[in-house]
């Protein structure tokens, strides 16, 4: 069975340095995908990136980019330059099957000034 | 605006009463999900739906029950079988079977007592 494993519960820097969200997946299909999605404390999840097993290059989406190492089985996200209002959960997700989604218990990130 | 909507914010209830959760979207999307999210924890899967009238298990679908009459709404009941109800709901959509689309409406709290 697939499984996601985020082993950061808290994560903490400071304004306007870059920060590693480590996840590490197990499945046995050779066709997956793997996100990254951010909830806020109002409780929404936000999409910010996704990346395919069979992409060649790590997806970015402007400060967001993933660490893609296909052999280790993970999917870190990076994310630049850190605001304040990145404060927030973090949860690391790989789509299981046709249609479900598969998330880590994830990584609390707080920016500090 | 196109977005998922999901009333209300916070839900009470006694022990032992059914309540129905609800989630409407307008975004055309085919694909409704309804995840459940504990304190601490990653969201899990509680019912899909791929297409109206038709709907699938997730992985903890036991004390719950959903219906797709219309494209647009995904009610999901909480019956007073199901055994610790008490947190975050959380409904999503995405477009026909590509899980990396999957967007998120804000959420329902149900407190049961």
């Known amino acids: 069975a697939q499984k996601i494993t985020q082993t950061q519960p808290g994560m903490f820097v400071q304004e306007k340095e870059a920060v590693t969200l480590d996840c590490t997946y197990d499945t046995s299909d050779p066709s997956y995908g793997l996100f990254w999605y951010k909830q806020p404390s109002s409780g929404e999840m936000i999409f910010l990136i996704y990346q395919g097993s069979y992409d060649q290059q790590n997806a970015t989406e402007g400060r967001y980019s993933l660490n893609f190492q296909k052999a280790r089985k993970s999917a870190n996200l990076v994310i630049s330059a850190s605001q304040l209002g990145d404060s927030a959960m973090y949860f690391c997700a790989m789509f299981q099957g046709f249609q479900k989604l598969v998330f880590g218990t994830g990584t609390r990130l707080l920016v500090s000034p | 605006d196109g977005g998922i909507t999901q009333s209300p914010k916070y839900l009470f209830r006694k022990e032992g009463q059914n309540v129905t959760l609800s989630c409407e979207q307008n975004?055309?999307?085919?694909?409704m999900y309804w995840y459940r999210q504990d304190p601490g924890q990653g969201l899990r899967l509680i019912y899909y739906s791929q297409i109206v009238n038709d709907f699938q298990k997730g992985d903890i679908a036991e004390g719950y029950s959903v219906s797709r009459e219309k494209k647009e709404s995904f009610p999901l009941t909480v019956t007073s079988a199901q055994k610790n109800p008490t947190a975050f709901y959380l409904c999503a959509s995405s477009i026909g079977g590509n899980a990396y689309e999957q967007y998120f409406g804000p959420g329902t709290r149900l407190t049961v007592t």
């Open positions: 975004l055309n999307h085919d694909a």
